[in-house]
């Protein structure tokens, strides 16, 4: 297993970046898919972005496409969230998580994700 904990979360306004980091504790870390799923009061935890054991990202959120950059760093047991041109709709609480993906169409999905941080919040003020 491994434990997970997210930050750089914040206060930002339209149009600014954010990274968002998630480091993770545990030997096995490197085996772990990864992923960023984002929430908002009353709704569903939703797919943000993803990326393999090897560095590969799983295709993106089309929320996510062209502004966000997911990337890895097994040296530092870290995972990334690069999120440009930020907007009001983004504002929501980001969870890193790590999963075994049997499956890249798994990606997309919070159940096959078996470890969980606690989030980090993103606000975007208009």
């Known amino acids: 297993q491994v434990q997970l904990v997210e930050s750089g979360g914040g206060l930002v306004r339209i149009g600014d970046s954010l990274r968002l980091s998630c480091a993770a504790s545990?030997?096995?870390?490197?085996?772990?898919?990864v992923a960023w799923f984002r929430q908002t009061p009353g709704k569903e935890r939703e797919f943000v972005a993803a990326?393999?054991?090897?560095?590969?990202?799983?295709p993106y959120a089309d929320s996510a496409k062209g502004r966000f950059t997911i990337s890895r760093d097994n040296a530092k047991d870290r995972v990334y969230l690069q999120m440009n041109s930020l907007q009001p709709e983004d504002t929501a609480v980001y969870y890193c998580?790590?999963?075994?993906?049997?499956?890249?169409?798994?990606?997309?999905?919070?159940?096959?994700?078996?470890?969980w941080g606690q989030g980090t919040q993103v606000t975007v003020s208009s």
């Open positions: 998580a790590a999963g075994l993906l049997n499956e890249r169409t798994h990606a997309t999905s919070a159940r096959y994700y078996s470890q």
């Open positions: 545990g030997r096995t870390f490197g085996i772990y898919d």
């Open positions: 990326v393999s054991a090897t560095s590969r990202p799983y």
